[in-house]
């Protein structure tokens, strides 16, 4: 495929008008949404009226009169659907790692005489981080973290496991696993499961409810384009909110905070999770990148990026030049996410010389080179220039410049 065909494809996607709804520099094709969604004009434009108008003139009658106080609960429910989940199941609030906390002693509580917390190997660290702390916290006795192979997962399910803890999207492959089929493997067992969706929600179609999650968490900043450091989003099943209980209880997560009780009582449902006072500003930014969704179906979000990506690799494999790259990502669209990990041993250099060429790719240790694909700004005639670009770099050896050898403390 030529540069004019995949120009005419991006006038036939119903999907290109929605790059206008973000700032993007002129000739920039970025490839890192996977990390770092880009900006919605609409969120930066919500800034302003966060801060002059709200915070500035309104000062804290805006916890009333724009509803500051129930960011939380709205932005949850915006979440919800692009997450298959009905409403009353998904709140906004602190990180992943903060809610992987709650979450994970929230389950343990509810399986008695449990104590085990399966992960499969590889996963993203802080989950596993926040598992041993939890650990170190209530003791082996009550919670123990088991680390195994993806191909063990299922002869690991013993009696003694209360939760299996799984990402959707492993950050480093891309690989998506089959949500249904584990948790149904799982609750066969007797075991509930919490997903980590970060590397999902917003582009990958999750299903939730259909396949009788338990538990789940995700990420504001990545596909949602919530600005960085936005915050995270669980989700507690319905089934579950009469029962849990979460150890972070803060006076948010109170029945009736502003009563000011001396004792603790959890409010209905989801709510409980809050803990401390909502990041307005970022909650409110959240809030209206996720105008951006409002009407388009995941679905076809999902179907252009499993194109975008079947493009960068039939390109790749027409160009002799990049033949020194390792896919490791399935090619199954079942089985993968919206990014391709691309292994090669001068990973990092190569994608500093890419990025001064004018695209914004990232890498992962050891030798990792991740493309990220965010359907809503990424075209299809990106796509085509990134590859070329990419084979130029590796034609000319660019890449060996000693400018791009040094690592930056984030990578």
Not at 11 to 17: E, V
Not at 27 to 56: F, K, Q
Not at 65 to 71: A, P, Q, R, S, V
Request: glycine share 10%.
């Amino acid at each position: 495929m030529d540069l004019a065909a995949c120009e005419a494809l991006d006038r036939a996607d119903p999907l290109a008008r929605k790059r206008d709804g973000f700032l993007l520099p002129e000739g920039l094709i970025y490839l890192d949404g996977n990390s770092l969604g880009a900006l919605p004009l609409r969120a930066r434009d919500r800034v302003r009226e966060l801060v002059d108008a709200e915070w500035g003139r309104d000062l804290i009658r805006s916890w009333n009169t724009h509803g500051w106080i129930d960011l939380p609960t709205r932005c949850g429910e915006r979440i919800a659907p692009l997450v298959g989940a009905a409403p009353g199941q998904v709140i906004c609030c602190d990180s992943i790692s903060v809610n992987l906390f709650k979450l994970l002693a929230a389950g343990l509580a509810l399986q008695p005489g449990r104590n085990r917390v399966v992960a499969a190997e590889g996963d993203f660290p802080t989950d596993h981080y926040m598992a041993q702390g939890l650990q170190w916290l209530l003791g082996d006795a009550r919670c123990r973290l088991d680390t195994v192979p993806r191909e063990a997962l299922e002869r690991s399910l013993g009696g003694d496991v209360a939760l299996l803890m799984l990402s959707h999207v492993d950050f480093r492959s891309g690989r998506l696993e089959d949500m249904q089929a584990l948790t149904r493997l799982a609750h066969r067992h007797g075991v509930l499961v919490v997903w980590d969706l970060a590397h999902s929600a917003g582009v990958v179609e999750v299903a939730l409810d259909d396949c009788a999650a338990d538990f789940a968490v995700g990420c504001g900043y990545k596909y949602l384009n919530g600005g960085p450091g936005a915050p995270s989003f669980l989700y507690v099943a319905a089934r579950h909110q009469a029962a849990v209980r979460q150890p972070l209880s803060g006076w948010m997560g109170h029945r009736a905070p502003f009563d000011f009780e001396g004792a603790y009582e959890g409010g209905e449902g989801v709510r409980r999770f809050l803990a401390g006072t909502p990041p307005v500003l970022s909650m409110g930014v959240l809030e209206a990148a996720l105008e951006v969704f409002g009407d388009v179906r995941i679905g076809q979000i999902r179907a252009k990026s499993l194109a975008l990506s079947d493009l960068f690799l039939d390109l790749m494999a027409r160009d002799p030049v990049l033949a020194d790259f390792r896919l490791g990502t399935p090619r199954e669209h079942t089985r993968r996410g919206s990014q391709l990990s691309l292994h090669h041993p001068e990973a990092w250099p190569i994608c500093q010389a890419w990025a001064e060429r004018g695209v914004i790719g990232d890498f992962r240790t050891p030798d990792i080179l991740r493309v990220g694909f965010s359907p809503l700004y990424v075209g299809y005639a990106d796509v085509y220039r990134a590859v070329r670009l990419l084979s130029d770099i590796m034609a000319s050896g660019d890449w060996q410049a000693p400018r791009f050898q040094p690592r930056a403390r984030v990578t």
